[in-house]
């Protein structure tokens, strides 16, 4: 018989308020079943938490079981704070990737900052040191002057957390697209670095052992971010700022200087960060992975003011906080370690035999659960999938249709106008505002295919990149899914690196309409699909839905995060052209599929098409063949062909680095079936440019590899200009004018007065 | 030779300032606990870069009353050679082992680049094994750091020899553009009147690996071992 009373004060529980607690009808009746009588108030709030999407995952979860998750060398698979995988040597990186999408939508720059804080601390509280940050963000267009207002936000949030804590923020990616205006995506990939020996894992041991609050005190920020994550952004949104918390990167970077002085110490069992539904959450899940019951006192748990109520103190999501599972009589060394760091520990909790989850207010119960079924009793939904015939009908039509632009017959003007579309013009401005070379390890950093950083002690080094084209996902979920996992492969394998594993980032509109929940599924096939036939498995991540704003939802953006594994620093290859006279060549078909191109938004406005096909085993060989040449020390320089296609990966060959430019000549004549624009502008998957002194020696590889590679141009190092043959015409580019419309068109735009302008008036090669 | 590196809360560049001494330039290196009240016996002081305090109220301005602080300006007082990079630099103005302040970058914000700086004076502990009128590429990293100064102080640091780096294109042109916070007179590194004291904005201590970029940064520490040493 459960002790339980509700607490004096306390509102009645009406249809109305379980409503406003975000609890369907039939997930209410839920929980009277498994409580046996009508929850408290404190009670549906903790419910309201972990029942959220956020949380709970409960739209998600069964179709994220098909991903494959396992390799021998992964540690720590999904389910923990964040999937580790070894590197040998007795070392393991911790990685994952976290979105705070809803909150930056309506305060940027804390929403962000306390984005990149969450994922660090699900990365140290493995015992990790972070040693990177990423982060895959998605706006609006650039015209709006709320959008600009919205990145310039969210980077500068970014910038303030990271560079504070003093982790290097190394890459990522940015994208505009008109689909992304009132629900930008804010998503931030933390990796770290550990002894296989210092891995602690975030489940509660021991009947008796203490549980401690750690870090910042609780104050009434944040209560309920985790049910304003899982609902569709509105008008109203603006209205719920308050349940956005408030980062303080000083304090994280006392929590994870103590916290690593804690698991290293040996006086605790276990470690969770209280993120999301920040008590309740993190203290329930403790429980459920060590299967034990857990009891929690809330006026143990230190606040930032008085009067809180335990609703108030389990739900806030107060940031700079850690749940630990001490040893028993290690109390006090625990609080030494804190006190050191200027912060506190508190007991507030124990871990006990009976199988339940009790809350009390001293002597007074004000929740309790039954067993560990808080977590694992929350619903689980399957709901209808189908294809949209809007979408469908788009992905039928045929991209060669459309007229070229008169414009267009010089495609140098295409060429300059693609290299300043925001999307893949360089990310200069964001990315120095981001201290990305702290903790001197980083070999690349920001701007090239994927970010290197050495690991000490050892020849090894490991590459990390995000990807992700929504475009495509919206037009094919199979394929886009497919695609996303193959190009973030691509990415690590063009500095040299063997992919090892993927932690993603599902970021989805509302999975309650069938056109939704169709692109969710399909998008995780294709992901599982290329995540088999790469051997990448997926090692953790996070799902974000309801990104939906009045004007419809987001597209489907399955954002990937990659970690690859150098084994000898003489491998690191870098994107640029390296060295004149080298050859250029293709590896890869060139293809020529233009759907879903960057060519058709920018150019003409469109997104049609069927995007690119993508075959994950002809991916596989493409990467073993560019690593085997890379390995034989015959290739200069890789890159990556993807938005804007071949042409613009020639250019950024050539100009992405101000301070090791080239020029280059290359003929692409013989591909006479294709109209230039194909050839120039398509992004067909599989293809990487690649820069050599032995072009017979990477012939060779590619051919006993079963790779198509062709040798199409040679770089020119004094070459001022960019120098393409094509079947039917030359097109010819000064490297000044590809300077200029790479690397101005993102400060251009930024330095505008927030009027409105639009994006003919601010492109800089636009007017001629 | 032993250099002692301080850490106070925040700071988030003491490790690499300890690995370039180590690692790079094969000497001891110990950290120095900002509780503390003691220098181990360190020749050479390092006050590293990162946020102290959380740069709150104003970079430096908690960092300078760290009780190890006394400690510190005892040691420079008695010629003792003091590095403060970065955040150590806005440290060592506030506590007033260097003449000036750092501020808020001329753009407003943060910036993290490669930069190119000029050796302006190699007759120091801290430069000479470098040449006069050498353009070294360093990383920055930073959101306060313009240096300003009185015209008359400014004056003073000029007609002494006291501004050691200033940020210049690479062909050595002291230009606005080379600039990457709106620093007075292009300033990027100062000394103490004494000469003991190096106050730098740009990073040597990441400056130490031609894998990462520049190795333009390992004279600076063998500068001063060749001094010390001497």
Same mark, same amino acid.
């Given at each position: 018989?459960?002790?339980?009373?509700?607490?004096?004060?306390?509102? #009645?529980?009406?249809?109305?308020?379980?409503?406003?607690?975000?609890?369907?009808?039939?997930?209410? *009746?839920?929980?009277?079943?498994?409580?046996?009588?009508?929850?408290?108030?404190?009670?549906?709030?903790?419910?309201?938490?972990?029942?959220?999407?956020?949380?709970?995952?409960?739209?998600?979860?069964?179709?994220?079981?098909?991903? $494959?998750?396992?390799?021998?060398?992964?540690?720590?698979?999904?389910?923990?704070?964040?999937?580790?995988?070894?590197?040998?040597?007795?070392?393991?990186?911790?990685?994952?990737?976290?979105?705070?999408?809803?909150?930056?939508?309506?305060?940027?720059?804390?929403?962000?900052?306390?984005?990149?804080?969450?994922?660090?601390?699900?990365?140290?509280?493995?015992?990790?040191?972070?040693?990177?940050?990423?982060?895959?963000?998605?706006?609006?267009?650039?015209?709006?002057?709320?959008?600009?207002?919205?990145?310039?936000?969210?980077?500068?949030?970014?910038?303030?957390?990271?560079?504070?804590?003093?982790?290097?923020?190394?890459?990522?990616?940015?994208?505009?697209?008109?689909? &992304?205006?009132?629900?930008?995506?804010?998503? !931030?990939?933390?990796?770290?670095?550990?002894?296989?020996?210092?891995?602690?894992?975030?489940? =509660?041991?021991?009947?008796?052992?203490?549980?401690?609050? @750690?870090?910042?005190?609780?104050?009434?920020?944040?209560?309920?971010?985790?049910?304003?994550?899982?609902?569709?952004?509105?008008?109203?949104?603006? !209205?719920?700022?308050?349940?956005?918390?408030?980062?303080?990167?000083?304090?994280?970077?006392?929590?994870?200087?103590?916290?690593?002085?804690?698991?290293?110490?040996?006086?605790?069992?276990?470690?969770?960060?209280?993120?999301?539904?920040?008590?309740?959450?993190?203290?329930?899940?403790?429980?459920?992975? /060590?299967?034990?019951?857990?009891?929690?006192?809330?006026?143990?748990?230190?606040?930032?003011?008085?009067?809180?109520?335990?609703?108030?103190?389990?739900?806030?999501?107060?940031?700079?906080?850690?749940?630990?599972?001490?040893?028993?009589?290690?109390?006090?060394?625990?609080?030494?370690?804190?006190?050191?760091?200027?912060?506190?520990?508190? @007991?507030?909790?124990?871990?006990?035999?009976?199988?339940?989850?009790?809350?009390?207010?001293?002597?007074?119960?004000?929740?309790?659960?039954?067993?560990?079924?808080?977590?694992?009793?929350?619903?689980?939904?399957?709901?209808?999938?189908?294809?949209?015939?809007?979408?469908?009908?788009?992905?039928?039509?045929?991209?060669?249709?459309?007229?070229?632009?008169?414009?267009?017959?010089? $495609?140098?003007?295409?060429?300059?106008?693609?290299?300043?579309?925001?999307?893949?013009?360089?990310?200069?401005?964001?990315?120095?505002?981001?201290?990305?070379?702290?903790?001197?390890?980083?070999?690349?950093?920001?701007?090239?295919?994927?970010?290197?950083?050495?690991?000490?002690?050892?020849?090894?080094?490991?590459?990390?990149?995000?990807?992700?084209?929504?475009?495509?996902?919206?037009?094919?979920?199979?394929?886009?899914?497919?695609?996303?996992?193959?190009? !973030?492969?691509?990415?690590?394998?063009?500095?040299?690196?063997?992919?090892?594993?993927?932690?993603?980032?599902?970021?989805?509109?509302?999975?309650?309409?069938?056109?939704?929940? &169709?692109?969710?599924? *399909?998008?995780?096939?294709?992901?599982?699909?290329?995540?088999?036939?790469?051997?990448?498995?997926?090692?953790?991540?996070?799902?974000?839905?309801?990104?939906?704003?009045?004007?419809?939802?987001?597209?489907?953006?399955?954002?990937?995060?990659?970690?690859?594994?150098?084994?000898?620093?003489?491998?690191?290859?870098? +994107?640029?052209?390296?060295?004149?006279?080298? =050859?250029?060549?293709?590896?890869?078909?060139?293809?020529?599929?233009?759907?879903?191109?960057?060519?058709?938004?920018?150019?003409?406005?469109?997104?049609?098409?069927?995007?690119?096909?993508?075959?994950? =085993?002809?991916?596989?060989?493409?990467?073993?063949?560019?690593?085997?040449?890379?390995?034989?020390?015959?290739?200069?320089?890789?890159?990556?062909?993807?938005?804007?296609?071949?042409?613009? +990966?020639?250019?950024?060959?050539?100009?992405?680095?101000?301070?090791?430019?080239?020029?280059? *000549?290359?003929?692409?004549?013989?591909?006479?079936?294709?109209?230039?624009?194909?050839?120039?502008?398509?992004?067909?998957?599989?293809?990487?440019?690649?820069?050599?002194?032995?072009?017979?020696?990477?012939?060779?590889?590619?051919?006993? /590899?079963?790779? $198509?590679?062709?040798?199409?141009?040679?770089?020119?190092?004094?070459?001022?200009?960019?120098?393409?043959?094509?079947?039917?015409?030359? #097109?010819?580019?000064?490297?000044?004018?590809?300077?200029?419309?790479?690397?101005?068109?993102?400060?251009?735009?930024?330095?505008?007065?927030?009027?409105? +302008?639009?994006?003919?008036?601010?492109?800089?090669?636009?007017?001629? | #030779?032993?250099? /002692?590196?301080?850490?106070?809360?925040?700071?988030?560049?003491?490790?690499?300032?300890?690995?370039?001494?180590?690692?790079?330039?094969?000497?001891?290196?110990?950290?120095?606990?900002?509780?503390?009240?003691?220098?181990?016996?360190?020749?050479?002081?390092?006050?590293?870069?990162?946020?102290? &305090?959380?740069?709150?109220?104003?970079?430096?301005?908690?960092?300078?009353?760290?009780?190890?602080?006394?400690?510190?300006?005892?040691?420079?007082?008695?010629?003792?050679?003091?590095?403060?990079?970065?955040?150590?630099?806005?440290?060592?103005?506030?506590?007033?082992?260097?003449?000036?302040?750092?501020?808020?970058?001329?753009?407003?914000?943060?910036?993290?680049?490669?930069?190119?700086?000029?050796?302006?004076?190699?007759?120091?502990?801290?430069?000479?094994?470098?040449?006069?009128?050498?353009?070294?590429?360093?990383? @920055?990293?930073?959101?306060?750091?313009?240096?300003?100064?009185?015209?008359? @102080?400014?004056?003073?640091?000029?007609?002494?020899?006291?501004?050691?780096?200033? &940020?210049?294109?690479?062909?050595?042109?002291?230009?606005?553009?080379?600039?990457?916070?709106?620093?007075?007179?292009?300033?990027?590194?100062?000394?103490?009147?004494?000469?003991?004291?190096?106050?730098? #904005?740009?990073?040597?201590?990441?400056?130490?690996?031609?894998?990462?970029?520049?190795?333009? /940064?390992?004279?600076?520490?063998?500068?001063?071992?060749?001094?010390?040493? =001497?």
């Amino acid at each position: 018989m459960s002790g339980v009373k509700p607490r004096p004060g306390d509102p #009645m529980i009406t249809p109305a308020l379980v409503a406003e607690h975000g609890l369907t009808k039939q997930e209410y *009746e839920r929980l009277v079943g498994m409580l046996g009588r009508t929850p408290t108030f404190t009670e549906l709030g903790i419910i309201s938490a972990l029942w959220s999407e956020h949380c709970s995952y409960k739209h998600s979860r069964p179709i994220l079981k098909t991903l $494959p998750t396992t390799a021998p060398y992964v540690l720590q698979g999904p389910g923990e704070n964040a999937g580790v995988i070894s590197i040998g040597d007795g070392l393991a990186v911790a990685f994952k990737i976290e979105s705070h999408n809803h909150p930056s939508a309506v305060e940027p720059y804390q929403g962000a900052a306390t984005g990149v804080g969450g994922i660090l601390r699900d990365v140290f509280t493995m015992g990790a040191r972070p040693i990177a940050m990423l982060n895959s963000l998605r706006f609006g267009s650039l015209d709006d002057s709320r959008v600009r207002y919205l990145f310039s936000g969210v980077v500068r949030g970014i910038g303030d957390y990271g560079n504070c804590v003093g982790i290097p923020t190394v890459a990522g990616e940015i994208v505009f697209d008109p689909a &992304y205006e009132n629900n930008p995506l804010v998503n !931030a990939m933390c990796v770290g670095l550990l002894h296989e020996k210092d891995l602690i894992r975030a489940k =509660a041991e021991g009947v008796g052992n203490p549980i401690m609050a @750690v870090g910042a005190r609780t104050g009434r920020d944040g209560i309920h971010g985790a049910s304003f994550a899982s609902e569709d952004l509105s008008d109203s949104s603006d !209205a719920k700022r308050p349940r956005i918390q408030v980062g303080d990167p000083f304090t994280e970077k006392l929590l994870l200087e103590a916290s690593l002085e804690l698991i290293r110490s040996g006086h605790i069992v276990a470690i969770q960060d209280m993120g999301a539904a920040g008590l309740t959450s993190s203290s329930a899940e403790m429980a459920e992975r /060590g299967d034990v019951g857990v009891t929690i006192d809330v006026t143990r748990v230190p606040t930032r003011e008085s009067g809180m109520s335990p609703y108030e103190i389990l739900l806030s999501e107060s940031q700079e906080r850690m749940l630990v599972v001490a040893k028993k009589g290690r109390e006090d060394a625990v609080r030494d370690i804190l006190a050191k760091w200027d912060l506190t520990a508190a @007991v507030i909790g124990e871990v006990i035999a009976e199988p339940v989850y009790r809350v009390t207010e001293g002597d007074r119960v004000v929740a309790e659960f039954p067993g560990s079924r808080l977590v694992t009793d929350c619903p689980s939904y399957s709901p209808d999938a189908r294809e949209s015939i809007a979408i469908a009908d788009l992905r039928a039509a045929d991209p060669f249709a459309i007229p070229e632009r008169p414009e267009e017959k010089d $495609p140098a003007w295409t060429l300059e106008r693609l290299l300043s579309a925001p999307t893949i013009a360089s990310k200069a401005w964001a990315y120095r505002q981001y201290d990305s070379t702290v903790r001197t390890n980083t070999v690349i950093g920001p701007g090239g295919d994927a970010a290197v950083l050495r690991v000490r002690g050892t020849n090894k080094a490991i590459a990390v990149k995000t990807d992700c084209n929504g475009r495509y996902v919206y037009l094919d979920p199979r394929v886009g899914g497919r695609i996303a996992v193959a190009e !973030a492969a691509r990415n690590v394998a063009c500095t040299g690196a063997r992919p090892m594993a993927i932690t993603n980032c599902l970021n989805f509109g509302n999975p309650t309409r069938p056109e939704v929940f &169709y692109q969710f599924k *399909e998008a995780v096939a294709g992901m599982g699909e290329a995540c088999r036939a790469l051997g990448t498995p997926v090692t953790g991540g996070n799902v974000s839905l309801y990104n939906e704003s009045p004007s419809g939802a987001v597209y489907p953006t399955p954002v990937i995060g990659m970690v690859g594994l150098i084994d000898d620093l003489a491998h690191i290859t870098r +994107a640029t052209f390296q060295r004149d006279a080298d =050859a250029i060549l293709l590896l890869g078909e060139l293809g020529g599929e233009l759907g879903g191109s960057e060519y058709l938004a920018t150019i003409h406005g469109k997104v049609l098409g069927a995007p690119p096909r993508c075959d994950a =085993a002809r991916e596989r060989l493409l990467i073993d063949a560019l690593i085997e040449a890379i390995r034989a020390g015959v290739v200069s320089s890789a890159h990556d062909c993807s938005d804007g296609g071949l042409a613009v +990966a020639l250019a950024e060959c050539c100009i992405a680095n101000p301070e090791n430019e080239s020029g280059a *000549e290359t003929d692409l004549s013989g591909y006479s079936a294709l109209p230039d624009r194909a050839i120039l502008f398509g992004e067909s998957q599989g293809r990487v440019v690649v820069s050599s002194p032995a072009p017979e020696r990477v012939l060779a590889i590619a051919v006993k /590899g079963g790779v $198509p590679c062709a040798r199409i141009g040679r770089v020119l190092r004094e070459s001022e200009t960019l120098t393409i043959k094509l079947p039917k015409r030359t #097109m010819r580019s000064t490297l000044s004018r590809l300077r200029r419309a790479y690397h101005e068109t993102i400060p251009d735009i930024m330095a505008r007065t927030p009027e409105h +302008a639009t994006f003919d008036e601010l492109a800089p090669v636009a007017a001629h | #030779m032993k250099f /002692g590196v301080v850490t106070f809360p925040g700071s988030n560049c003491d490790y690499d300032a300890f690995q370039a001494v180590t690692d790079t330039v094969g000497e001891e290196a110990t950290y120095l606990w900002h509780k503390d009240h003691d220098l181990q016996g360190s020749d050479v002081i390092i006050l590293p870069g990162g946020f102290s &305090y959380g740069d709150y109220l104003r970079a430096g301005a908690i960092a300078r009353f760290s009780p190890i602080m006394q400690e510190v300006a005892a040691h420079a007082k008695a010629g003792g050679p003091v590095l403060a990079i970065c955040n150590g630099f806005q440290i060592a103005c506030e506590a007033g082992l260097l003449p000036g302040a750092l501020m808020r970058n001329s753009h407003l914000q943060f910036v993290s680049a490669e930069v190119r700086i000029r050796v302006e004076n190699v007759d120091t502990m801290f430069t000479n094994l470098y040449e006069r009128g050498e353009i070294l590429r360093m990383p @920055v990293a930073h959101g306060d750091g313009r240096y300003v100064a009185p015209a008359g @102080v400014l004056e003073e640091l000029e007609a002494e020899g006291r501004v050691i780096f200033r &940020y210049a294109d690479a062909d050595g042109t002291i230009s606005a553009d080379a600039n990457p916070n709106g620093s007075e007179r292009n300033i990027a590194g100062i000394i103490s009147a004494a000469g003991n004291v190096l106050g730098m #904005m740009p990073h040597p201590e990441r400056a130490c690996s031609p894998l990462l970029g520049s190795s333009d /940064g390992v004279r600076l520490l063998e500068s001063i071992l060749a001094r010390v040493a =001497a």
